[in-house]
């Protein structure tokens, strides 16, 4: 069996617990001062989520970014409330993971996949979202979803994290998890808001953060109660109810708007990445054009959308997959053919968009190696040596061997 499907059904299998010990009316938040309960089934549970947790630390999937995690750690302090437990306490962690999800685990950890946030347009966003997770925590979810139906616990929510990185195909598994009950996901969305509340932060941001998160093409790939939900109307509706009939007012806290933004674009710049390196175009443009319409003269940002467009063309199979899979159509020879009608277009674009990231910016010479690709693909060799050397004029690039080798074969 493919090692990664082991990898994956040894975690999922994370929280599957025997015939519970324990009843669920003995199982209270951590914010109330009662004795810890000391059951089986969490210490079972608590012991799994530190292998998960060890396993994403072997496999490279946590972000290393000491700024990014400070930042996350202090925004989440304004919301947490004080509780105690020996085995529970709250860490943040990002995951280099291009859907739109974020994960509680009951020993605290609490994982926002870096396509969640590069959504997030706001810290209010984030605030609620970080609130939202911590509440699964506090109210102690998955052990009372282990209780209850001694099955995994968020289901959804540990498949969609672990699938990241993953082809296409695993995430047809995903609507055959189950996840947390709507009635628990509807307790952490009111726990949420009352953590706000008591923080002074915006309610009516959070609204739009579950508004926002359901908008866009990745909500494909995912079954997370962060992506396109069947009750997101509902759950808005709930959300203004509870606003009116509380009298809460939007007494705003004062946010860092700049350090938030460039936060977030430094995370939606990994998620290119990822899409890239999958061969996720389509997700990556939308990135891509999200981000433009913040800083339209980011000479990355360019860049980004030249070799979206360059490797549409270059890659007609990864790309007719992804646009069938995202559409909900035949992925077959036809559509093909019709996707190559784009292909001049594309190129044009390309070339554009590198021409453009060096105006902006003459010192970008990442253009130039974008170029370099342009040129060899349409044949032009000798065009493309005279790029390709432009490129590696630069110093301190960290694909100069894999370049250099590119223009030595040329002949």
Not at 35 to 62: C, F, M, N, W, Y
Not at 243 to 268: E, G, L
Not at 278 to 283: D, I
Not at 392 to 403: A, F, K, P, V
Request: proline share 2%; hydrophobic share 40%.
């Amino acid at each position: 069996m493919d090692r990664k499907l082991i990898t994956i059904a040894s975690i999922i299998m994370l929280a599957t617990a025997c015939a519970s010990t324990t009843k669920s009316r003995d199982v209270k938040p951590l914010t109330v001062n009662a004795a810890v309960l000391q059951s089986p089934e969490e210490t079972k549970l608590l012991k799994k989520s530190q292998q998960v947790h060890d396993e994403l630390v072997r496999k490279g999937l946590i972000v290393r970014d000491k700024e990014l995690n400070r930042y996350i750690s202090d925004l989440a302090a304004k919301v947490a409330p004080e509780f105690n437990h020996p085995s529970i306490k709250l860490n943040f962690y990002v995951l280099k993971d291009a859907s739109v999800n974020a994960t509680a685990f009951p020993n605290g950890n609490i994982y926002l996949n870096a396509g969640l946030i590069s959504k997030l347009t706001s810290e209010e966003h984030l605030a609620f979202v970080i609130a939202h997770e911590i509440v699964h925590v506090i109210n102690r979810h998955s052990l009372l979803t282990t209780i209850s139906s001694k099955n995994t616990i968020a289901s959804s929510h540990i498949a969609n994290m672990l699938l990241m990185g993953t082809n296409l195909v695993y995430f047809a598994t995903l609507s055959e998890l189950s996840s947390f009950s709507r009635e628990k996901e509807d307790e952490a969305d009111y726990g949420a808001m009352k953590l706000l509340h008591a923080s002074s932060i915006n309610l009516s941001e959070g609204a739009k953060a579950i508004a926002n998160l359901r908008l866009g093409k990745n909500n494909k790939e995912s079954a997370s109660i962060w992506s396109s939900h069947p009750d997101i109307d509902e759950r808005l509706s709930r959300f203004g109810d509870r606003v009116t009939s509380n009298h809460w007012q939007n007494d705003i806290a004062t946010v860092d708007v700049a350090q938030y933004q460039s936060i977030r674009t430094k995370v939606a710049e990994q998620v290119i990445k990822i899409r890239l390196l999958n061969k996720q175009f389509e997700l990556a443009e939308e990135v891509v054009t999200q981000e433009l319409t913040i800083t339209p003269n980011n000479p990355k940002l360019h860049f980004y959308l030249g070799e979206i467009h360059r490797l549409k063309v270059q890659h007609p199979d990864a790309t007719a997959t992804e646009h069938a899979w995202l559409n909900g159509i035949k992925d077959d020879e036809k559509l093909r053919e019709l996707l190559s009608k784009n292909h001049a277009d594309y190129l044009v674009s390309a070339k554009q968009n590198y021409e453009k990231a060096l105006a902006i910016d003459e010192h970008f010479t990442l253009s130039y190696r974008g170029l370099a690709m342009l040129a060899l693909h349409r044949g032009e060799k000798d065009q493309a040596k005279a790029l390709f050397d432009k490129y590696l004029g630069t110093e301190n690039i960290s694909d100069r061997r894999y370049i250099t080798s590119i223009r030595d074969n040329i002949h």
